[in-house]
């Protein structure tokens, strides 16, 4: 778990973070990393990192903090896909987890997924985010966790 790590996105790595490809049908689920980088730029809460796995770039995640509540959402998480299927994206969700929590003081966070996107529902079940009965103004189903 230890060879999963974060960084922030600089020209060192922005190149290399912005040809993450996903597999084909998924691109449906989630912005391009070119979108999101843009929103982090309009919205300067949005914090956006490159996943490494060791010193190789495998993935893409966003986070940010909002209003008065300090609502914490782990917003887009990505792997590539020459890393899809190994467990990275499980481990980087649990190091994400641990990481935003700390970051903002908080102990819940949230993150929503289109409803068809059934893997990433049920990764994120299975690491205790609930369906908290509401959808986002995208009609994205919005899942909690309680740290």
């Not at 979108?35 to 300067?44: G, R």
């Not at 914090?47 to 887009?76: C, L, Q």
Request: overall charge negative.
């Amino acid at each position: 778990m230890d060879r999963i790590s974060f960084r922030d996105i600089d020209s060192s790595n922005e190149r290399i973070v912005r040809s993450i490809k996903l597999k084909p049908g998924q691109e449906k689920f989630i912005e391009t990393v070119d979108e999101c980088l843009k929103e982090a730029q309009t919205y300067q809460e949005w914090h956006p990192v490159a996943i490494y796995y060791d010193k190789e770039i495998v993935g893409f995640a966003m986070y940010g903090s909002f209003g008065p509540n300090k609502d914490t959402w782990i917003d887009r998480i990505m792997i590539d896909e020459k890393y899809q299927g190994k467990g990275l994206g499980r481990i980087a969700m649990i190091k994400l987890i641990d990481i935003v929590s700390m970051e903002y003081g908080v102990n819940v966070i949230y993150l929503s997924i289109i409803e068809e996107n059934r893997a990433a529902q049920h990764l994120y079940e299975s690491l205790g985010f609930e369906y908290i009965n509401e959808k986002d103004p995208n009609g994205e189903l919005i899942f909690k966790y309680t740290v």
